[in-house]
């Protein structure tokens, strides 16, 4: 098609060029004639971007890392007159894939196209038709289209999680929550084993008070009762992709987020809070207390942004002034991204400290530091180190 354009404009030119110089109407009918069919087929390609209708929707609207799901495209013509030659770009998750879809519709007619979306990393993506390459049926005028120009113009919006698998032993110094061997007790309202004693308020039941000391002291008291205090787990999730761009960045916070929720699967499951923290501060904590509102927590990672730079250190000590010891710490980042020497000087204000690796150099020292290669199955390199 491109030599018989180029050839077809030469022609017009020099139509024009001879005709300016000879001053003979034939050249000039012969120029305004190509231009009338050129302005024809411009005028038809654009009228085939506003006249042809489309929908397009996912099977799925949210899925798990590495399920597919499928994008429907129907394209129609109500029209009485066909369509020009449309070369349509379809945006997906994968950076890898180019999808493009070539049609032309007759009056009255339409096509649809089942197109599978692969979802290799996690995150939010606008799935669906971007840029559009109108060609009329003699190739002579070729131009874009960018959908995104329509103010009405909606892409489908999919939602990917990051997998999660409980890896099994996890880093902790931690004991079972069934023996009640280190736990913490705090004072509660109701129990069976009585930790003291406190004056009556307003709405304490009669039933709760402890009338041996209310007779020592004179005044009404109620019982309070000890229960050990689950142990708790914070997950600390560095945001800042550390110079990587592109598909190495998606890869990247894609395995960071799947480590931190097989850690958080992992904690529920023993029955343990977990508490899931960023770097960049995007948004409140994401806190889980059981395995129901565990998909929560996987939708605040699927949907947690990764910038370029993060205060990493400056959180871990915002988060170490409010340890209370109670928490044992997971930091999950690039190698090299924090020092262990850091690390161990904020280790007073948790209960242990685990640093986990995505890709980078490898680093030493006391704390317990686990290496996962961006990409890999992240359950698996935390059950097969740990």
């Known amino acids: 098609m491109k030599p018989l354009r180029w050839f077809y404009y030469l022609i017009m030119s020099l139509c024009l060029v001879f005709g300016m110089y000879s001053g003979l109407r034939v050249y000039y009918i012969v120029f305004f004639a190509q231009l009338f069919v050129v302005l024809s087929v411009v005028a038809v390609g654009v009228w085939t971007v506003c006249a042809f209708k489309y929908k397009q929707e996912l099977s799925h609207e949210t899925c798990v890392k590495g399920k597919e799901v499928t994008l429907r495209l129907e394209i129609h013509n109500e029209k009485p007159f066909p369509l020009s030659l449309i070369e349509a770009s379809v945006e997906v998750v994968s950076r890898r894939e180019k999808i493009r879809l070539v049609f032309s519709l007759a009056p009255y007619s339409g096509k649809t196209f089942e197109i599978p979306v692969s979802t290799p990393y996690r995150g939010r993506f606008k799935i669906g038709m971007t840029k559009l390459k109108i060609t009329d049926v003699f190739g002579l005028v070729s131009f874009p289209f960018n959908m995104r120009w329509l103010s009405f113009y909606r892409m489908c919006e999919l939602v990917v999680l990051p997998r999660a698998h ?15 061997g280190d736990a913490y007790l705090k004072q509660a309202e109701t129990g069976d084993s009585v930790s003291g004693a406190r004056p009556l308020r307003d709405g304490d039941a009669l039933k709760r008070v402890h009338w041996k000391k209310s007779a020592q002291q004179g005044e009404l008291f109620v019982k309070q009762f000890e229960f050990p205090e689950r142990e708790r787990v914070m997950i600390m999730v560095d945001t800042a992709v550390h110079g990587l761009f592109g598909e190495e960045a998606l890869v990247y916070a894609d395995t960071v987020c799947e480590c931190a929720a097989s850690i958080a699967l992992q904690s529920l499951s023993r029955n343990r809070t977990v508490r899931v923290i ?17 998909e929560a927590v996987r939708r605040h990672l699927a949907l947690l942004p990764f910038v370029n730079e993060a205060d990493l250190c400056g959180a871990l000590l915002n988060a170490g002034f409010r340890g209370e010891r109670k928490y044992e710490l997971f ?6 991204a924090v020092s262990t020497q850091f690390l161990e000087r904020i280790l007073a204000a948790f209960r242990s400290v685990t640093l986990i690796n995505v890709g980078g150099q490898k680093t030493g020292g006391y704390i317990n530091t686990i290496h996962v290669e961006p990409g890999s199955d992240a359950a698996q390199s935390l059950r097969g180190l740990l």
């Open 166 to 180: 409980a890896p099994g032993t996890v880093s902790a110094d931690i004991a079972d929550t069934k023996l009640f």
């Open 278 to 294: 960023n770097s960049a501060d995007f948004g409140v904590p994401s806190e889980c207390a059981s395995l129901c509102c565990f």
């Open 331 to 336: 930091v999950i980042t690039r190698g090299g």
